[in-house]
């Protein structure tokens, strides 16, 4: 080892004992020449001696049968197909696409491709119908509950697709 070459790592090596006999040689020689790695090395013994009097803390028995079953219920758990697309949707979003697709189940599909299709239509109807309404309360609270609705299920909807291309079932 040249002065350029002094290297903790070389001297924790020595320290620890990994190195080859000729490894370990050329470090004895170093060091009889190296002010710089005797003391670093003297600094390394030091720090060793003071890490080996503490004691290693001991886990109970308990505390480590509780915890490695929590990591193994916690694998099963999101490893269920059932639990990746309830972690995915949001139970919300869940509970909106449930409703909806109980409700309106089989017409569902039919409604949406006629909206899509006409939907300039739709929405002037919708517009028109606005404004032939009276303004009261139940109205107010009927639209609330329809629109908030329709925002859920358009969400779920959305959630659920990107959960099923994420999982490459749909293209």
């Excluded at 080996?52 to 694998?75: D, G, K």
């Excluded at 409703?99 to 089989?106: A, D, Q």
């Amino acid at each position: 080892m040249s002065d350029l070459s002094c290297s903790n790592e070389n001297l924790s090596g020595y320290l620890d004992g990994e190195l080859s006999s000729e490894e370990a040689k050329a470090i004895e020689n170093h060091l009889q020449n190296c002010a710089h790695c005797r003391e670093t090395l003297n600094r390394l013994q030091a720090l060793s001696s003071v890490v080996r009097q503490f004691s290693l803390p001991v886990a109970s028995p308990l505390l480590t049968v509780q915890i490695l079953n929590r990591i193994q219920s916690s694998e099963r758990y999101s490893q269920n197909p059932i639990n990746k697309l309830l972690q995915s949707w949001g139970l919300l979003s869940l509970f909106f696409l449930g409703t909806v697709v109980i409700l309106f189940g089989s017409v569902l599909f039919e409604v949406i491709s006629f909206i899509v299709k006409h939907l300039a239509t739709v929405t002037s109807l919708m517009v028109k119908l606005s404004w032939q309404l009276p303004l009261d309360r139940t109205n107010l609270a009927v639209g609330l509950i329809l629109t908030v609705g329709a925002i859920g299920a358009f969400y779920g909807f959305g959630r659920v697709y990107s959960a099923l291309s994420r999982e490459e079932l749909i293209s």
